[in-house]
């Protein structure tokens, strides 16, 4: 079993900045993918970026390209989400997800995080 929980969300104006960070326990996430997903009010829940742990291969919603960077800290078996330059249509809960990887572009993720709440102003 692999327990995640999600930490650094809050209230943040618009062109400012927050760093996720989601804690693995349990297990070592070495075979592992990781996604950051996010739910909007009235939205279907989102893919908005993911990582192999293995190998640091990446991937990005366009919508979050050149912004949002994901990244691993093998240290602390903690993957996180710095995200720049926020928008309200950032607002949402975010999530983050571990499966097997290598597949990582999927809504199919077999243990999930609580959620943070993320709320841009404008």
């Known amino acids: 079993q692999v327990q995640l929980v999600e930490s650094g969300g809050g209230l943040v104006q618009a062109g400012g900045s927050l760093r996720l960070a989601c804690a693995a326990s349990g297990r070592t996430l070495s075979s592992y993918g990781v996604g950051w997903f996010r739910q909007a009010p009235g939205k279907e829940r989102e893919l908005i970026a993911a990582?192999?742990?293995?190998?640091?291969?990446?991937y990005y919603r366009d919508s979050v390209k050149g912004r949002f960077t994901i990244s691993i800290d093998n240290a602390r078996n903690t993957v996180h989400l710095q995200m720049n330059n926020l928008n309200p249509e950032d607002t949402a809960v975010y999530y983050c997800a571990a499966r097997s990887a290598p597949v990582i572009i999927t809504m199919r993720y077999d243990y999930w995080g609580q959620g943070t709440q993320v709320t841009v102003s404008s």
């Open positions: 990582i192999i742990w293995s190998n640091g291969r990446t």
